[in-house]
């Protein structure tokens, strides 16, 4: 049974940084991708970021590149995401899901492609 158990969100001044953690098992790790998603209330669902878990190609979304870094440690069978220049406009929960990994270049766009999600962790940021 695949588990993913988001933690590390939290409230946050605009500007500041945030890491999420995302422990994951239950699945063969060299055949997935995993990403991160995001919604806000009365928001639509964004996907941000996904890696693939064999070669660690990476996708982010225009909304967060240059400030969001995908990670994941094999050791500790744990996706990461590292958040950095958080601004308003980046409250919301995120999750962390797992796909196959031929999904890779689109499940950004195509969240019902996603195998598995966790619950989310809540993250608030303030002006």
């Known amino acids: 049974e695949v588990q993913l158990v988001e933690s590390g969100g939290g409230l946050v001044q605009a500007g500041g940084s945030l890491r999420l953690s995302c422990a994951a098992s239950?699945?063969?790790?060299?055949?997935?991708?995993m990403a991160w998603f995001r919604q806000a209330p009365g928001k639509e669902r964004e996907g941000i970021s996904s890696?693939?878990?064999?070669?660690?190609?990476?996708y982010y979304a225009a909304s967060v590149k240059g400030r969001f870094t995908i990670s994941y440690d094999n050791a500790k069978n744990t996706l990461y995401l590292q958040m950095n220049n958080l601004k308003v406009e980046d409250t919301a929960l995120y999750y962390c899901?797992?796909?196959?990994?031929?999904?890779?270049?689109?499940?950004?766009?195509?969240?019902?492609?996603?195998?598995?999600r966790g619950r989310g962790t809540q993250v608030t940021v303030s002006s």
């Open positions: 899901a797992v796909a196959s990994r031929r999904w890779m270049r689109v499940l950004l766009s195509a969240p019902n492609r996603v195998d598995s």
């Open positions: 239950g699945f063969t790790y060299d055949d997935y991708t």
């Open positions: 890696i693939t878990l064999s070669d660690r190609i990476t």
